[in-house]
C-alpha cells in the first residue's frame, strides 16, 4: 500500500510538470483526494505559516518592481557588464546572481538576457560561455537571497528545529548559503570561460554567417537596453524602502534582544522572524505604495506577482500532499530512513534534487523534503548546508528562464543537444550545485 501511495505522489508530481507552476500545485489535489478518499489517509497539515510569509514578500517584492525600483538596479549592472566587456563571462554570472539576491527571484534574469548576448557577440566571445552560466546564477541567487520564497520558506521550517541549543535562524542560512552558492557560481563561471569553440573555429557558426540577413541577424542591435531610459526619483526612492527593510529584518534576525517580547503561558516569548519577515515585507509595500506612486491595479500585472502566486499554489498542493502521506507512515519511514539520513547526509541533498527536478520549484521541493529530514532527525545545518541542492530543475532544460537563454541567443551556440540532456546549461549547473553543497557542508562545520 506504501509503494501505492508514493507512486501516487510521484504520478501528480510529473503529471504536474507538465502544466507549470499552477498545474503542479492543484493536481497535487488529484493526489490528496486519492490519498485521503481511497487510500483513507487523514489529510496533513498545508504550510500555512510558510505560504503567509511568501505572500507578504510577494506582496512587496511586486510593488517595487511596479514602482520601476528593480529597473535601477539592472540599470547600474548593465552599466557594469558594458564597461567590462571583456569579462563578461565572469561579470555576468556574478552580476545576475546579485540581482536574484536583491530581488529575492530569478526572473529579474530575463532583461539580461539581451544585454549579455549583445555584449558577448560584439566583442566576438561565444555567447553560450556567458549566457549559460548566467541562467545557472540567477537561479542559484535563489538560495541565498533574504527575500526568496525558498530560503523564507526553510527559515519558517527551521523557525523551531533546535540541532544545536539554539533555532536556526534567517542569518543562520545566509551566512552559509551565500558563500556557498557564490562559490559554486564562481567556478562554474570559470569553467565556461573556455567551453565550445571560439567564434573563429566554429565551423558551424562561420557557415552561418556567409548569409548576409543571417550575419545582420546574429550581430544587430538588441532594443533592450536601459541605458537611454529615463529613471525616476520615485524610483530610487522605491529601491532605498526596499533595501532599508532588508537590512531591518537581517538585524532582527541577528538580534534576538531586539524584538518585541510577550509572556505566553508565563514565559517570555519573543517575536518570531516568520512574523517580523509578514510584518516588514507588507509595512514595506505599503510606504512604498504610498510615497513612490504606485498605480495598485498594475501590481497584479507585474512579473513577480504572477510568479509569487504561482509557486504559492504550488507550495500549498505539493507540501500538502507530501505531508499527508508522511505523516500517516511516520513511524515506518523513520525506522527504514532514519539510520540512512543520519549517517549518510548526503542522501539527503540527492533526494531534495531529484525532488526539485520533477517538481521544478526550489520551494516546493523544500517545503516537500525539509520537513521530512527534520522528522528523521537530521541535523537542521546539515539542512542548511545542501540548500542549493533544491536548484536541481536545470538537469532538463525546460524551465522558463533556460527556454528564454536559448532563445535571446541568436547565435544558437546555447543550445538544447539531440540527446536533450546534452544542453548548455548541465555542466556549469553541475559544477554550480555540487561546489556550493561541498561548500556549504565545510562553512557548516565552522558556523555552528
Known amino acids: 500500500m506504501i509503494i501505492l501511495q508514493f507512486l501516487v505522489i510521484l504520478g501528480c508530481l510529473l503529471l504536474g510538470t507538465r502544466y507549470g507552476g499552477i498545474g503542479l500545485g492543484v493536481i497535487s489535489g488529484i493526489g490528496l483526494f486519492i490519498l485521503s478518499f481511497i487510500f483513507g489517509l487523514p489529510p496533513g497539515n498545508p504550510p500555512v505559516g510558510v505560504i503567509l510569509t511568501i505572500m507578504s514578500v510577494i506582496a512587496c517584492a511586486s510593488i517595487l518592481q511596479t514602482a520601476k525600483g528593480l529597473n535601477v538596479m539592472m540599470y547600474y549592472a548593465e552599466k557594469l557588464l558594458r564597461k567590462k566587456p571583456n569579462y563578461i563571462t565572469i561579470l555576468a554570472p556574478i552580476t545576475t546572481w546579485t540581482l536574484t539576491v536583491l530581488c529575492g527571484t530569478g526572473h529579474v534574469v530575463y532583461t539580461m538576457f539581451p544585454i549579455i548576448y549583445d555584449i558577448a557577440i560584439k566583442k566576438n566571445i561565444r555567447p553560450e560561455r556567458p549566457m549559460a552560466v548566467a541562467s545557472i546564477a540567477s537561479q542559484l541567487g535563489v538560495c541565498a537571497s533574504p527575500m526568496s520564497v525558498a530560503v523564507v520558506s526553510l527559515v519558517s521550517i527551521l523557525a523551531h528545529a533546535h540541532g544545536i541549543g539554539n533555532a536556526i535562524s534567517l542569518i543562520d542560512v545566509l551566512k552559509v ?185 526550489q520551494a516546493a521541493a523544500i517545503a516537500a523534503i525539509a520537513p521530512m529530514g527534520l522528522a528523521l532527525g537530521l541535523d537542521p545545518k546539515i539542512i542548511v548546508a545542501f540548500l542549493p541542492a533544491a536548484y536541481c530543475y536545470f538537469l532538463l532544460p525546460i524551465y522558463p528562464s533556460d527556454l528564454a537563454c536559448i532563445g535571446f541567443d541568436r547565435s544558437g551556440t546555447t543550445h538544447i543537444g539531440k540527446f536533450i540532456i546534452n544542453h548548455s546549461f548541465i555542466i556549469p549547473g553541475l559544477i554550480a550545485i555540487t561546489t556550493s553543497c561541498f561548500v556549504g557542508y565545510l562553512l557548516v562545520q565552522i558556523a555552528f
Not at 177 to 195: C, E, K, N, Q
Not at 247 to 261: D, K, N, T
Not at 326 to 349: D, G, N, R
Open 177 to 361: 548559503a551565500m558563500p556557498a552558492s557564490f562559490a559554486g557560481m564562481i567556478l562554474a563561471a570559470l569553467w565556461s570561460l573556455r567551453r565550445g569553440k571560439n567564434l573563429k573555429d566554429d565551423k558551424e557558426f562561420q557557415e552561418k554567417i556567409k548569409d548576409p540577413n543571417q550575419r545582420n541577424y546574429i550581430y544587430g542591435d538588441m532594443e533592450n537596453s536601459l541605458q537611454n531610459k529615463k529613471l525616476t526619483k520615485e524610483s530610487y526612492r522605491s529601491l532605498f524602502i526596499f533595501f532599508a527593510t532588508i537590512a531591518v529584518v537581517i538585524v532582527f534576525g541577528s538580534f534576538e534582544s531586539l524584538r518585541p517580547h510577550y509572556i505566553d503561558n508565563g514565559k517570555t516569548v519573543s517575536l518570531s522572524m516568520n512574523l517580523i519577515i509578514q510584518i516588514f515585507m507588507l509595512l514595506s509595500g505599503a510606504c512604498i505604495l504610498i510615497f513612490c506612486k504606485v498605480t495598485p491595479r498594475e501590481v497584479p500585472e507585474s512579473a513577480i506577482f504572477k510568479a509569487g502566486m504561482t509557486a504559492i499554489i504550488s507550495v500549498f498542493g505539493v507540501a500538502w500532499m507530501a505531508d499527508t502521506f508522511f505523516q500517516f507512515h511516520f513511524e515506518f519511514i523513520k525506522s527504514s530512513l532514519e539510520h540512512i539520513v543520519t549517517s549518510k547526509p548526503w542522501t539527503y541533498a540527492i533526494i531534495l534534487a531529484l525532488v526539485s527536478s520533477l517538481v521544478n520549484s
